[in-house]
């Protein structure tokens, strides 16, 4: 049974930095996508960055220059990188994975809060 296990999230001061961690237990094979989501309160989750097997990167919207993705197969775990932190970064971070066959899992989240 594949399980991804986030952590690193917590209270931050507005400029701040973070960096948040995934690792992947349970899977035999490389996900052909690693990602990050973000859910901020009341919104919607939505697709900060994410990193194929070949390490093509990919940022959502909420990135603006100040989110990076790490991804190593070696050790199955995937970081971000977060610098800067404004208010509007507060929310729930998920991990997320999607392998060749379809199938797809999320982690259970890290809560990151910014304060001013």
């Known amino acids: 049974q594949v399980q991804l296990v986030e952590s690193g999230g917590g209270l931050v001061q507005t400029g701040g930095s973070l960096r948040l961690s995934c690792a992947i237990t349970?899977?035999?094979?490389?996900?052909?996508?690693m990602g990050w989501y973000r859910q901020a309160p009341g919104k919607q989750r939505e697709l900060v960055a994410s990193a194929t097997v070949d390490f093509r990167l990919k940022y959502g919207d909420p990135a603006r220059g100040r989110f990076t993705v790490f991804r190593d197969n070696d050790k199955n775990t995937e970081s971000l990188q977060i610098t800067n932190l404004e208010a509007e970064d507060t929310g729930v971070y998920y991990c997320?994975?999607?392998?060749?066959?379809?199938?797809?899992?999320w982690g259970q989240g890290t809560q990151v809060t910014v304060s001013s």
């Open positions: 349970g899977s035999t094979f490389d996900p052909e996508v």
């Open positions: 997320h994975t999607v392998y060749e066959t379809g199938g797809n899992f």
